[in-house]
């Protein structure tokens, strides 16, 4: 398995832009976690699902954020529109439930200008 | 929700002493507490976890101790190299949650 699988690595957009960040999970996991990491606020939970649906989204900052699960292979994390404080390394994890050790994708770094 | 709170947020030391990094969790009902890795640039990757039934778990040079009553767990690292240097994360969860990770230390070793 190639592992947790994020997409792109890099992305830099001007302010007011929409961003969209993918994520394949490892096969056969059922828990699926967005993380936003910043120097000053180290890895933050934005949201995670289960068996693809939403379980938590309480860490969500605002509503420019959105996040799907459609199928058990692929999510998304939308912001619309983008804001210079949304830069950060995001990331995206996934476990299989009973065993609760979270695998972590290489993360996107995203630069909003 | 849970809480981390994680000490020292740097430590230096020398090659091949050792080092301790501690955390505290507020949550009595969370029952894992894996550590993990990052190195510049890179993904934060396991390095050893615990469960709640355990009070101590080794690995080579790393160990981690639970004390469940106080709710607090430690990371032991001896005979430090210059390869452990990186940040080091704790978390802690209970079952079907996501896991809420302290802030991280800074771990520098030099030779």
């Known amino acids: 398995d190639a592992g947790v699988i994020q997409s792109p690595r890099h992305e830099v957009t001007e302010m007011g832009q929409e961003v969209t960040l993918r994520c394949k999970p490892i096969s056969g996991h059922d828990y699926l976690f967005w993380y936003r990491q910043t120097m000053m606020r180290g890895l933050e939970l934005l949201i995670y699902f289960n068996n693809n649906v939403p379980i938590d989204d309480s860490g969500m900052p605002e509503d420019r954020f959105s996040a799907k699960m459609p199928n058990a292979s692929f999510s998304t994390l939308k912001i619309q529109p983008s804001e210079p404080r949304d830069s950060a390394v995001y990331f995206c994890a996934s476990s299989y439930s009973r065993a609760s050790v979270a695998f972590f994708g290489q993360g996107t770094r995203l630069t909003v200008v | 929700g849970e809480n981390v709170e994680q000490h020292p947020s740097t430590l230096s030391v020398q090659e091949g002493d050792s080092a301790v990094i501690k955390c505290t969790y507020s949550?009595?009902?969370?029952?894992?507490f894996p550590w993990y890795k990052q190195e510049l640039g890179k993904r934060p990757q396991l390095i050893i976890d615990i469960r709640s039934n355990v009070g101590e778990k080794k690995d080579q040079r790393i160990a981690v101790t639970l004390n469940k009553t106080a709710k607090h767990f430690s990371l032991h690292i001896t005979e430090t190299q210059p390869e452990d240097s990186a940040v080091y994360f704790c978390a802690a969860s209970k079952a079907g949650t996501a896991l809420i990770f302290g802030k991280g230390t800074t771990l520098s070793v030099s030779s």
């Open positions: 949550d009595s009902a969370s029952n894992y």
